[in-house]
């Protein structure tokens, strides 16, 4: 059974939706000032209503989600887009997808840990980069 309410404190909103997996890194994120609503910086009590904006920044990349619906339990993966609305501008997912590619050593979901070749093969491609 999924609990709704009129409001919920932010923080239990953000580990509810899977904003982060962790209601204390939710707190901390709002404790840090990285947690808005409406345009205004909040603390981690502070209530999400219906059609609240939400912005939260994860550096580089400040994500904006709008508030459809409000829940204070945790749900599935796949009920999340029951909830919040990504309303993220594309120039910041754009700036993720450059940071990622401009990695040393980024590897490939599901590639696996490099062997102890690719790691000195690695190891040495970052030690000429050095000099």
Known sequence: MIL???EVRIDKWLW???????????AEACKKGRIYINDEEIKASRAVKLHDIVEVKKPP????YKVKELLARRVGAKLVENYIEDITPEQEIIKFDMMRLNLEGYRD???????????????????????
């Not at 979901?109 to 000429?128: C, H, N, S, V, Y």
């Open 61 to 64: 990349i400040t994500y904006r």
């Open 109 to 131: 979901r599901g590639a696996g840990r490099p062997t102890k070749k690719e790691r000195r093969i690695l190891d040495k491609w970052q030690d000429e980069g050095d000099e």
């Open 16 to 26: 509810a939706v899977r904003i982060f997996k962790t209601r204390s890194q939710a």
């Open 4 to 6: 709704k309410t009129a």
